[in-house]
């Protein structure tokens, strides 16, 4: 079965507190990216990855960090979080016009 | 900048009573138009890509097409496990980010 699948599905932690979030696909997907929710705004991608070792920034990366050491994992590192990162987290993978999606991570920076 | 605009931002339908819903985009070069379906605290539910104006896709009661400015998504006799958000997604022919639209509420009532 395709998947995405992304860890931890929900976490509150304290600002500052280094923490990832994992994602890994079982599709062989060259194309991973990341997205966050917020009420009103809709989806925002942070950073997208078009294979191992190729990372850019999409249009909310400030305060994240990525990395692609392998085609099937995707890690979202959050260096020093703030609450303004407290936010409903995606993971996706996509081939051919068809982008899946994990099903998110609830993140609470206190 | 790519630009995508839903409407409206919510719906309310009685079961049977067909619809539509819009999504305006502006991009350089358009690679692909996306049709997702989420639920609540869900990731996005692929429904359709579409590449080029006049192209059509269906699948059960959903219907969606392609203009050179715009997409509908038509809901014919929809049912009350319709109820989502749908979200209308672009992507340019650079293959890198994919730009969201705030997506429209619908809430199908039995």
Redesign the interface.
Known sequence: EAQVTQNPRYLITVTGKKLTVTCSQNMNHEYMSWYRQDPGLGLRQIYYSMNVEVTDKGDVPEGYKVSRKEKRNFPLILESPSPNQTSLYFCASSSYGRIYFGEGSWLTVV | EDQVTQSPEALRLQEGESSSLNCSYTVSGLR?L?W?RQDP??????LF?L?SAGEEKEKERLKATLTKKESFLHITAPKPEDSATY?C?VQHSG?????????TMLLVSP
């Open positions: 692909g996306f997702y605290g869900k990731g996005p539910e692929f890509t590449y979200l997604a293959y890198s980010t994919l730009t969201f639209g705030k997506g």
